[in-house]
């Protein structure tokens, strides 16, 4: 029997001027749950949700709600009382009917037991959200952010109001549906408690439960709020991923390496800059344009001097099997002889200003207009010109960046759209955190319908809201090159990912200012192990080819790089599930430890998938770090030396600039391809290593994922090789986990590095038609490592390796 994870919905309505109206539903993942009455009075009624004890109690009089588990209370809303809203204002003008001005609502949230918050992205802040008291809430509004602030709860390019709690007895979510500028008050019962204090609590006997209190405020709209009962994370993640959808799942080439700068100068540029990757032996698969490479900022455009002939510099590219990013952005110059501009202006797709007028405001080509992207007309027609027969100079190999879509306007207030702008009947100010998502959407369905709906698309977006995973990959907008900003990289990204973004990444090097070149090197080494690997460069920096700054920190950049080109196969099957059940793809210590305090507050280091965990050199000058190795009773194998450490301990790991700390879980089974090549495509059909890392505590498992790599027939025609490997007495097995899909591969087990291992006197393969042989095998004493030589098995295929 498979146990249904459940959330709540709350929603209050504005019917009309004067009435309100509570809806209350239980929704499970799997199957609709019906409420069920226990109780009611005058006062109010005790519901029933169906599992575990849980009971829903409202009350009246004051309104209140409470979800309770057996004695427990799990959340409390309106315990404080802060419930507010305003009345909609309807509007009649000569040409609209519309709902216009502020319609404010309010509503707090109680966590008994919770000391720990997380997500509402984006902010530049430390992975636990801090209480707010006494200082600005955090701020939930897109906007075009000039150098932000780090540890700061300022507005950004992006706004995903959803929260996660986290105890050692539960986990749970609060999604808060509202796309109006929100502000989000936390405070806490234990907040600023030094350690002293808590001792002392302790000692004194204080009986005072660990409270989190939460209220959000938003501008607009209803209050419309799922509640994500967990109780484990990985349950909320799933809760979650049914309501917004999972991540895109990439083509694998947009998981590799990507080079970008405001801007590469022409097509001698683009060509000079990929001989170079190949000069210095270093992969790479994205080659990007910037603006400048438009004729004039009016995007579908070639600058007809720069870049005459765009077709023969993607021919040369895709002779190397790489690719090509061009920027599109969302606002239009307004130009009688461009025809984006004028079938905009004459289909009335452009947003419209209070008096009717098409809404016009100041960006990168001047005047602009700003098509209304909540118009699916629009969208429709937007996608359209993705077409390659309207996006002349364009190939299959060439994909799409939209920036500035918060959206961006010079001259408007915050860098903004004015919030009485309107999108149809509604003002921006109602849906202002939707444009972003709208923009990414349109773009990716393009990309789509361009191919025939065959090809997988990839949009890079810099403005998101919940639901924007679906459509491509975000990135933490224009960053500088210092040293605190890499830091922040990390628990931003994690707050991306809890929410459902695992595509993810920050402009490695900084994107304004110029590096060290020690940073440089670091960012390298942390952008390699997190999701979204791209170099970014502002147009007054020093040119930052990874060539640049001598041979030996070339060398440390290209050893960065091909170990993210080697992990490829573990990224992409990462990927492949966050495709279909939405967990993330790199996550905090506590989503797999969950009851470990030590990993709560933890954002310096992070886990890939389960069973890699990384702790990157972010210290300028560091010649040591302190990891935290989770799990009594585990064992971590550092990946570079194959030493092992055991669990539950915090590890001084001393470094050099050339070390990259990353452990391998024991109990786990990794593929990696050792073969690096020019770019990810030219290694598809390379053999692959197994690293199978040995645990007392359980038997060690892994997977493999392999498909087309580019295309959907993975979904629609099931197309895909999924293969799970297990090494249990003294036995290496590979079986099929998708016994209906087809597909067939070129590729084989070359080797196979097992750690922890002990001495065999023989190693025997058996094959999926019955044959068996002997492998070549080394043994390490000193390091317990066994290395089996060239099993030369199909990588698809059934076998098994039995050590005696």
């Not at 502000?183 to 609590?201: C, E, H, P």
């Not at 290593?689 to 979904?715: C, M, W």
């Not at 087809?742 to 084989?748: A, I, L």
């Amino acid at each position: 029997m498979v146990q249904c994870s459940q959330y709540v919905l709350l929603r209050w309505h504005n019917t009309n001027l004067n009435k309100h109206v509570l809806t209350l539903c239980v929704c499970a993942l799997r199957r609709q749950r019906a409420l069920s009455l226990l109780s009611r009075d005058e006062n109010g009624v005790v519901l029933s949700l169906g599992a575990d004890s849980q009971r829903l109690i409202v009350s009246a009089k004051p309104f209140r709600l409470d979800i309770m588990e057996g004695r427990e209370v799990l959340l409390s809303l309106n315990s404080r009382g802060l419930l507010a809203f305003e009345h909609l204002r309807i509007l009649y003008l000569d040409w609209l009917l519309s709902l216009l001005g502020p319609s404010s609502i309010s509503l707090d949230f109680s966590l008994p037991g919770v000391e720990n918050v997380y997500g509402i992205p984006e902010h530049a802040d430390s992975l636990k959200l801090k209480a707010t008291d006494g200082g600005d809430p955090y701020r939930l509004f897109n906007l075009d952010v000039f150098q932000y602030e780090v540890f700061n709860p300022m507005a950004l390019y992006g706004a995903i109001p959803v929260m996660l709690s986290h105890s050692a007895q539960r986990t749970m979510g609060i999604f808060w549906l509202n796309a109006a500028e929100t502000w989000v008050d936390i405070s806490s019962n234990t907040a600023g408690k030094t350690v002293f204090g808590q001792m002392l609590d302790y000692v004194q006997g204080s009986s005072e439960t660990p409270q989190t209190d939460v209220r959000w405020i938003s501008e607009s709209g209803i209050i419309d709020v799922f509640i994500m009962l967990g109780p484990t994370p990985t349950d909320v993640f799933s809760q979650y991923a049914s309501l917004t959808g999972t991540q895109a799942f990439p083509p694998l080439s947009a998981l590799a390496y990507h080079q970008c700068r405001w801007n590469y100068n022409d097509q001698e540029d683009v060509a000079a800059v990929d001989q170079g990757f190949d000069d210095h032996d270093i992969p790479y698969d994205f080659i990007w344009l910037d603006i400048e490479h438009t004729d004039g900022k009016r995007y579908f455009t070639w600058d007809p001097h720069k870049f005459p002939q765009p077709k023969d510099m993607l021919q040369g590219l895709l002779d190397k099997r790489r690719k090509m990013v061009t920027i599109v952005d969302p606002h239009i110059k307004v130009d009688s002889s461009y025809k984006i501009h004028n079938e905009i202006r004459s289909k009335g797709f452009y947003v419209k200003s209070k008096d009717g007028g098409d809404y016009e405001g100041w960006c990168w080509p001047g005047n602009s207009g700003y098509p209304d992207f909540t118009n699916p007309e629009m969208r429709a027609w937007w996608a359209s010109m993705f077409a390659y027969d309207q996006y002349e100079g364009s190939m299959e190999n060439m994909y799409t960046w939209n920036d500035m879509n918060e959206p961006s306007v010079f001259n408007g207030p915050e860098v903004t759209m004015h919030k009485d702008a309107l999108h149809g009947n509604w003002e921006n100010r109602d849906l202002h955190n939707l444009y972003g998502l709208y923009v990414q959407r349109a773009t990716a369905e393009g990309l789509i319908e361009r191919s025939g709906g065959v090809e997988r698309p990839f949009v890079l977006a810099r403005a998101f809201f919940a639901g924007s995973q679906r459509y491509g990959a975000v990135w933490t907008g224009d960053n500088a090159a210092e040293w605190e900003h890499l830091k922040i990289s990390i628990p931003m990204c994690l707050s991306l990912s809890l929410v459902g973004v695992s595509f993810c990444g920050a402009d490695v090097g900084g994107f304004f200012k110029s590096p060290s070149t020690e940073l440089l090197v670091r960012w390298y080494q942390t952008g390699a192990y997190q999701p979204f690997f791209r170099a970014h460069a502002h147009l007054d920096t020093p040119r930052r080819e990874p060539w640049l700054f001598g041979p030996e920190n070339t060398a440390l950049i290209r050893e960065a790089v091909r170990q993210r080109y080697a992990l490829l196969p573990y990224w992409y099957q990462l990927f492949y599930h966050a495709h279909h059940s939405g967990q993330p793809v790199m996550r905090p210590l506590w989503v797999e430890y969950p009851q470990d305090t030590a990993t709560f507050s933890m954002d310096d280091q992070f886990l890939l998938g389960r069973d890699l965990l990384v702790h990157p050199v972010t210290e300028e000058g560091a010649r040591g770090v302190t990891a935290y190795l989770p799990g009594k009773g585990e064992v971590w194998f550092d990946v570079h030396t194959f030493q092992k450490h055991n669990g539950a301990q915090n590890l001084y790991i001393p470094v050099t600039i050339s070390s990259i700390p990353v452990f391998q879980r024991g109990g786990s089974i990794i593929p990696r391809k050792a073969r690096v090549r020019r770019s990810s495509s030219c290694m598809e059909h390379d053999p692959y290593t197994l690293f199978v890392a040995l645990s007392p505590k359980r038997f060690a498992q892994g997977e493999l994922y392999i498909d087309d790599g580019h295309t959907f027939n993975f979904d629609k025609q099931k197309q895909f090789i999924h293969r799970r490997f297990s090494f249990a007495n003294n036995a290496l097995s590979s079986r099929n986990l998708a016994p209906g899909s087809q597909f067939t591969t070129f590729s084989w087990v070359e080797k196979i590095v097992i750690l922890g291992a002990s001495k065999p006197s023989k190693a025997t393969l058996k094959t999926h038609d019955g044959k068996e042989s002997q492998l070549e095998f080394e043994f390490d004493a000193s390091m317990s490592v066994l290395t089996l030589r060239k099993p030369g098995v199909n990588a698809g295929l059934d076998w098994t390796v039995v050590l005696q």
